[in-house]
């Protein structure tokens, strides 16, 4: 991969089948220059750390990657922005999409799950910040179909075929929910209680977010979904050396998953 060396070695490269044109990257707590609670490569500009720190970290990113990463201001709803080269961070949205070349879609995350996605002749990118509000509010269902129709609805060149994958997120053994977040999914689906089950307190439930994500996913027709599989390798609070957690730690940093053209 083009400017993979510059990658710090503890980032996730995801592993999926993205066309030549579509890179991917998902960043740790590793390579930054911010101290403490923020150590090391924080991105958000909203959690309290230096305003230095942050600016550094971005910088930092953007050469690795070799291109730009756009920061959305995250509400944890549904909206979703196109973006361009002018673009400014801090639109306020929890999805984006691009089509030009050295756009990164960019999420930040710190238990929310991340997912990118891509069409299969690498012509778009997409990238979501799916907690569970943004997830049960229609994030995804938004970020699909700004691809355009849904298959097996035909454009000039064939089907639309999307890819995705699932980034770092709080686990289905860490993600204590009440019953108003498992009755919100299954209002909306009825096989999503398969993704909760009882937790240790009395009217609680384990929510397994990846699995309601490609529950969602495999419902627009999204057949190839990579990535998180809802082990605790890949659970935020469960992994405090590699990745920000606000469940577990409160005052935290942000990672990053991106996605863009080349």
């Given at each position: ?24 990257l998902?960043?740790t ?16 500009d ?7 720190s942050?600016?550094t970290?971005r910088?930092?990113l953007r050469e ?16 979703l922005?196109?973006?361009?080269g ?66 097996p609805?035909?454009?000039?060149q ?13 686990g ?14 299954e209002?909306h ?12 307190q ?49 005052i935290?940093?942000?990672f990053?998953?991106?996605?863009w053209?080349?």
């Amino acid at each position: 991969m083009p400017g993979a060396g510059a990658f710090d070695a503890d980032w996730v490269v995801p592993d999926w089948p993205a066309p030549p044109s579509v890179r991917a990257l998902c960043t740790t707590r590793a390579g930054g220059v911010s101290t403490g609670a923020y150590d090391s490569l924080n991105l958000g500009d909203h959690v309290g750390d230096l305003s230095a720190s942050v600016a550094t970290n971005r910088r930092l990113l953007r050469e690795a990657a070799g291109a730009r990463p756009v920061f959305l201001g995250q509400v944890h709803g549904a909206e979703l922005v196109q973006l361009t080269g002018d673009t400014p961070d801090g639109v306020l949205a929890d999805a984006c999409v691009a089509d030009e070349r050295g756009v990164a879609c960019t999420v930040m995350v710190a238990d929310c799950l991340p997912v990118l996605l891509c069409d299969r002749d690498g012509t778009r990118v997409a990238a979501a910040h799916a907690g569970w509000r943004g997830l049960a509010g229609g994030v995804l269902e938004r970020s699909c179909e700004s691809f355009g129709p849904p298959a097996p609805v035909e454009r000039a060149q064939g089907p639309i075929e999307l890819i995705a994958w699932l980034g770092p997120c709080i686990g289905p053994s860490a993600f204590e929910v009440g019953p108003e977040v498992k009755a919100s999914f299954e209002a909306h689906a009825p096989e999503a209680a398969a993704c909760f089950r009882p937790g240790a307190q009395p009217g609680k439930w384990l929510a397994d977010l990846p699995g309601l994500a490609r529950q969602r996913l495999r419902a627009l027709g999204v057949a190839q979904v990579h990535g998180n599989d809802g082990s605790d390798a890949w659970c935020t609070v469960r992994n405090p050396s590699r990745f920000f957690s606000f469940r577990r730690d409160g005052i935290c940093g942000r990672f990053a998953a991106l996605v863009w053209r080349v």
